[in-house]
């Protein structure tokens, strides 16, 4: 079973090009992260890591050992724009957090081999 989705694949796409292009309002952003948080969390799916894109989404994502309670072992944190930017292939993961763009801390919260999500900027997103 897959992650139940929030946001609709046409949105979801909508938005990532309407970020692309630089035309996307708050709320147009916000549906962007999300979508793009979800997508993560459907092609890695597991509990072990918790990737927070404050205040728009979070989503936990990555298969190991999962947390119940407090703060989880595995956090991944960043702002919408690097998050997008990472989500879309105009960022590198190891630029990122070697920039202090993105805040990871716990053995497994590494994104490298998931990054870029949308390289074609959402166009073979979700539906595919």
């Not at 929030?6 to 709320?27: F, N, T, Y």
């Amino acid at each position: 079973m897959g992650v139940r989705r929030r946001i609709a694949p046409a949105e979801g796409q909508a938005a990532l090009r309407a970020w692309r292009e630089g035309s996307a309002d708050r709320k147009t952003t916000a549906a962007a992260v999300r979508f793009s948080l979800e997508e993560l969390a459907e092609r890695a799916p597991g509990n072990s890591v918790e990737v927070r894109v404050p205040p728009f989404g979070v989503a936990q994502c990555i298969e190991g050992p999962r947390h119940t309670r407090g703060t989880p072992p595995n956090v991944i944190e960043c702002d919408a724009p690097t998050w997008l930017a990472l989500a879309t292939g105009g960022l590198a993961w190891s630029a990122a957090v070697g920039s202090g763009k993105v805040s990871a801390s716990g053995l497994r919260a590494e994104l490298t081999g998931l990054l870029p999500l949308f390289p074609d900027g959402g166009a073979t997103a979700a539906g595919r």
